[in-house]
């Protein structure tokens, strides 16, 4: 089938996204919303897009729209997708999926209440390398899982405008970046039974550098690191009794990784043909998705999603970082 999509919100993420959906044969841009109809009709004229909407619940009403993808700041995600859920919406919500898991379980509950297909647009997790490293770790080649890192981190200046920086735009790391590692581990590893998080925050208040140690049942540990305060290849690796899997920096984009068993005997290397930045393969995937009847993604299951976003609460109650209170 031929996925009608619609953008609801056109920041930089939904410029992305549109770019990389014409690389998608059974999908097409056929809608936009923004909150104002000028910022819809500039949208609407940059991408070819034929339908502009200057609201949200006029795209969410749109009858020509099949799925819609929600790129707001991370606040807006929650009553953007039960607004998007209530019209019968397939919905791909942006990363965080939302500022809490009370928001996301509510998500959650009203999309299996009403038969809506919903998923994270966690898109790292349908980029090639990384359907191979879950491939890889379903073929027990690294042994005994030991321990994984992730980190992601980039620098930015300081300035208390950007929405990194901004509490009332769920500002900080920890959501906007720290989210690739953890979801990284989380896919690895599955759920921690302890976790351990320090940070140290930005002027503002959000969160400017956080690491946490995750421990397993099965004695592993997951590190992850994340900063906006300075600039980081950004590699990820797993480290297991046979070998271990390095992905090359900037993990959690198109790329490749080495596998090299603990003799030094390099084992395999995987490398991802050039195409886009990677938005695409998300897209595919809800359209297989539909196409197939599912109501959420065998790869990015919404309970997964829950279990991240308890794991980022987690977090944010033992460095101190409360929104309400900035």
């Not at 500039?42 to 909407?53: I, L, M, Q, T």
Request: aromatic share 8%; hydrophobic share 45%.
């Amino acid at each position: 089938m031929s996925v009608r999509w619609g953008l609801l919100a056109t920041g930089g993420i939904a410029a992305s996204f549109a770019r990389d959906l014409a690389l998608v044969p059974d999908a097409s841009l056929v809608a936009v919303g923004s909150r104002t109809a000028a910022s819809a009709e500039r949208f609407g004229a940059e991408f070819d897009v034929p339908r502009r909407h200057g609201s949200y619940a006029a795209l969410a009403a749109d009858p020509e729209v099949d799925a819609i993808y929600i790129s707001t700041p991370h606040p807006g995600h929650h009553e953007a997708t039960l607004l998007a859920i209530a019209h019968g919406k397939a919905v791909l919500v942006e990363k965080p999926f939302a500022m809490d898991l009370a928001e996301s379980t509510e998500m959650v509950a009203a999309a299996r209440s009403a038969g809506t297909f919903l998923m994270e647009a966690m898109w790292t997790r349908f980029l090639p390398h990384i359907v191979r490293v879950r491939e890889v770790l379903a073929s027990g080649v690294l042994g005994e899982i030991v321990y994984v890192t992730a980190e992601h981190g980039q620098w930015f200046p300081l300035d208390p405008s950007h929405r990194l920086f901004a509490p009332a735009l769920g500002g900080g790391a920890l959501l906007d970046l720290g989210i690739y590692p953890i979801s990284f581990a989380h896919m690895v590893l599955g759920t921690p039974s302890a976790i351990t998080a320090r940070s140290t925050p930005a002027f503002t208040g959000v969160d400017a550098t956080t690491s946490a140690i995750f421990e397993y049942p099965s004695g592993a540990h997951a590190v992850v690191t994340t900063s906006l305060s300075a600039a980081s290849d950004n590699p990820a690796a797993i480290y297991g009794t046979e070998a271990r899997l390095e992905i090359d920096g900037w993990f959690y984009t198109p790329g490749g990784f080495t596998i090299t068993a603990h003799d030094g005997t390099v084992l395999e290397r995987f490398d991802t043909p050039p195409a886009g930045r990677g938005m695409q393969y998300e897209a595919i995937e809800v359209g297989r998705c539909l196409a197939e009847g599912l109501l959420e993604s065998p790869d990015m299951p919404l309970d997964d999603t829950l279990a991240i976003m308890g794991t980022l609460d987690e977090i944010r109650r033992q460095i101190g970082l409360d929104y309400s209170s900035l």
